[in-house]
């Protein structure tokens, strides 16, 4: 999975505790995203950053939140989860060189699985 | 906004024969156009990318086409065989954008 770690992969919780996943690349890429993939849906953008400490909402950015203080890692938070954000959740990383088609080819992790009780 | 619509019905082919898959949009033509295959429990792995000012790209069994006018890209598997069984996902950039749209996928099965 093109060097990039998410964790955990699996997580059961209940309605209103904070959960924060994480991803971790070893590629040294400047672009990382978050998405969540439901039935029906398809890949929805949640969050994306653009460089260490640069981030910016996507398509569905209600009730998350995301940091990264490092170019490796990109953490995503939800705060008080709730039954909606059971998902499957996938990060995703893009180079920054090699010109515009570089930066659109995007590469996932394997993906962490959320269910929200 | 922009929508992408892909066949949410799978598509069942027998071995050996090509699956064509299909990715419709509206509003704005992307500069790129890319297809990318999804395993149950994986993530998507990128396949081919095709530009706004091409019409077709070949990799391999693979060929992707490109219609503007149509707003619709086409995904061809040419001698399909089991292991391309999979969830096939069309994706689209903007030229001023790295962010990506992704259809929600078609399901191929090939059966042996």
């Known amino acids: 999975d093109a060097g990039i770690t998410q964790s955990p992969r699996h997580k059961v919780t209940e309605t209103g505790t904070p959960v924060t996943l994480r991803c971790h690349q070893t590629?040294?890429?400047?672009?990382m995203y978050w998405y969540r993939q439901d039935p029906g849906h398809g890949l929805r953008l949640i969050h994306y950053?653009?460089?260490?400490?640069?981030?910016d909402k996507g398509e569905v950015s209600d009730g998350y939140s995301v940091s990264r203080s490092k170019t490796e890692d990109f953490l995503l938070t939800l705060e008080s989860a709730t039954s909606s954000q059971t998902s499957v959740y996938f990060c995703?990383?893009?180079?920054?060189?090699?010109?515009?088609?570089?930066?659109?080819?995007?590469?996932f992790g394997a993906g962490t699985r959320l269910s929200v009780l | 906004s922009q929508k992408i619509e892909q066949n949410s019905e799978a598509l069942n082919i027998q071995e050996g024969k090509t699956a064509t898959l299909t990715c419709n949009y509206t509003?704005?033509?992307?500069?790129?156009l890319q297809w990318y295959r999804q395993d149950p429990g994986r993530g998507p792995v990128f396949l081919l990318l095709?530009?706004?000012?091409?019409k077709e790209k070949r990799k391999e069994r693979l060929k992707v086409t490109f219609d503007t006018t149509l707003k619709q890209s086409l995904f061809h598997i040419t001698a399909s065989q089991p292991a391309d069984s999979a969830t096939y996902l069309c994706?689209?950039?903007?030229?001023?954008?790295?962010?990506?749209?992704f259809g929600s996928g078609t399901r191929l099965l090939v059966r042996p």
């Open positions: 509003n704005y033509s992307p500069a790129y």
């Open positions: 995703a990383i893009s180079e920054s060189k090699g010109g515009q088609i570089a930066k659109n080819i995007q590469y």
């Open positions: 994706a689209l950039a903007r030229d001023s954008s790295y962010k990506l749209i």
């Open positions: 950053s653009y460089g260490v400490k640069d981030t």
């Open positions: 095709i530009r706004e000012n091409e």
């Open positions: 590629e040294n890429h400047r672009y």
